[in-house]
């Protein structure tokens, strides 16, 4: 590689605030009073906190440094495998905070809230129709929320036909909340294997699907970014027996506009707006986390839902058979708006190039790098490819060492150590926002390290060694974990 992006650079050291802050001094003036000053009841009011004495170019400089120890989207590219870290259009940030959108209250009468009601009912038809589904509920406020409605969804149908189950088969090849989500709501996981090509194979599904058996969480496509071919007569299989086939979309970045969801066999599934639909993912939040349904589980989606009658919308509660509220008021509605005008500006054919691009940038990488990492399904991949540190083994270097190393390089590392299918796993998803220049430096960085760990493993068991943060004593921190926060 002729250049790295990392550079040693000037990044400043920064001290806390209380630390740096001198009596007296003063960042802000403020407007001349208009009325006269009155002092505030000490036993009401308290001593309040003391904070520090700053002056204007104190804050200014304290915000900016903390800002260039920082790797945002916005500074390069995220290979961050199962989170879509992806370049998100700013405008759908600007729709989000107009006025009418970012004040209203909760609370608001439906009468003062059209806007916002028309815009989730819209959105509920748009998610809808991408997914193949029939109704959506918006309520579920992140992907694992939506998994626990979209279970409480399979639960509810089976006790209204008097005949509750025990189990759901969760494949090791599904992401790793659903085995939580199931338990959650009583049911007992049941583990299924993929085969030597990464899917699911029918004949496995057949030997555990039972009466007892509720349904199945796939994630499709799964965690190794494999599409799961045989889902149609494991749909049959399920059906068979009276189950009911939950499909995780979290993945659903890479089959938009082009596979529809409900024509193969599925009956349920959440999708995650901070992912696919342009709300940036990370941080702690916040994220959406809508479910799809059938027709036959529509009776059961959480109220209060959006309805449209003679042109006004309306939140209805008329529904009997749901199973209640999953989350205070309607969902985050701020990441709603921002998945509706991602939705709106992209169109049909936009959303279906972006997964379009997502398959290929992912492709090009696997082909790319197949020689230099070891790539344990070697066959077309969706929009994430898994290899693993097997090549690197026999010179003591290890998967973490070269997420280290990656960082000097100028890139966030990828995803390590999952899925828990591969050993060592690298998982390497680029997204449809990354341009073939972009890409291409990311492989060279890779390309290096390997010949790195070849010449001088030293140096990546060190690294990273010119990063702000240097690499952590993991073996201390698990003895002697600090939790004072």
């Not at 370049?87 to 003062?112: C, D, I, V, W």
């Not at 050993?423 to 290096?448: L, R």
Request: with cysteine; hydrophobic share 35%.
């Amino acid at each position: 590689m002729k250049e790295t992006l990392g550079t040693t650079g000037l990044i400043l050291n920064e001290p806390l605030l209380w630390e740096k802050g001198k009596k007296g001094r003063c960042g802000f003036s403020l407007p001349r009073r208009d009325v006269e000053s009155f002092p505030l009841d000490k036993e009401l009011a308290g001593e309040g906190p003391e904070f520090p004495d700053l002056s204007e170019v104190d804050v200014v400089r304290h915000y900016t440094r903390l800002s260039q120890w920082n790797f945002g989207v916005d500074t390069g590219m995220y290979p961050l495998g199962s989170c879509t870290m992806k370049y998100s259009p700013k405008t759908n940030e600007r729709q989000a905070s107009l006025t009418g959108f970012a004040g209203a209250h909760p609370m608001l009468p439906a009468s003062l809230s059209q806007g916002t009601l028309k815009m989730m009912f819209e959105l509920e038809q748009y998610l809808a129709e991408i997914s193949g589904m029939d109704a959506t509920t918006l309520q579920p406020a992140a992907g694992a929320h939506g998994e626990l409605a979209g279970i409480l969804l399979i639960y509810a149908f089976h006790k209204s036909r008097g005949a509750q189950r025990s189990k759901i088969i969760v494949p090791d090849t599904a992401h790793g909340t659903n085995p939580a989500s199931v338990a959650l709501c009583g049911y007992r996981p049941v583990p299924v294997k993929s085969n030597e090509n990464g899917i699911l194979p029918v004949e496995a599904i057949a030997r555990v699907m039972d009466e007892e058996t509720a349904g199945i969480m796939v994630t499709n496509p799964n965690t190794l970014g494999l599409f799961e071919e045989n889902i149609l007569e494991i749909a049959e299989i399920v059906h068979s027996k009276g189950g009911l086939v939950y499909c995780d979309g979290a993945n659903m970045n890479a089959v938009m506009g082009i596979v529809q969801m409900g024509n193969i066999g599925i009956d349920v599934m959440h999708l995650n707006l901070h992912k696919t639909f342009s709300t940036p993912h990370g941080g702690g939040g916040p994220g959406s986390g809508p479910v799809c349904v059938n027709n036959e589980l529509e009776p059961f989606l959480p109220v209060p839902r959006v309805v449209e009658k003679n042109g006004r919308y309306l939140l209805s509660e008329d529904y009997p058979e749901s199973i209640g509220k999953v989350q205070a008021f309607h969902g985050n509605v701020g990441v709603m708006i921002k998945a509706y005008s991602y939705i709106r500006s992209m169109g049909p054919k936009g959303l279906k190039r972006a997964s379009q691009l997502a398959v290929l940038n992912a492709n090009y990488i696997k082909e790319r790098l197949k020689g230099t990492l070891h790539l344990p399904y070697d066959r077309p991949c969706m929009h994430e490819c898994v290899f693993s540190d097997e090549h690197q083994v026999a010179d003591k270097v290890t998967t973490l060492d070269m997420a280290k190393r990656l960082m000097e390089y100028g890139f966030h590392p990828p995803t390590v150590y999952f899925p828990l299918v591969v050993h060592g796993a690298i998982m390497v998803e680029p997204t449809e926002t990354e341009s073939k220049e972009d890409i291409d430096q990311f492989i060279e960085a890779f390309e290096a390290i390997a010949d790195e760990a070849k010449e001088n493993p030293h140096r990546l068991h060190k690294a990273p060694k010119r990063c702000k943060v240097r690499r952590l004593d993991e073996v201390a921190a698990a003895r002697k974990p600090c939790l004072a926060g």
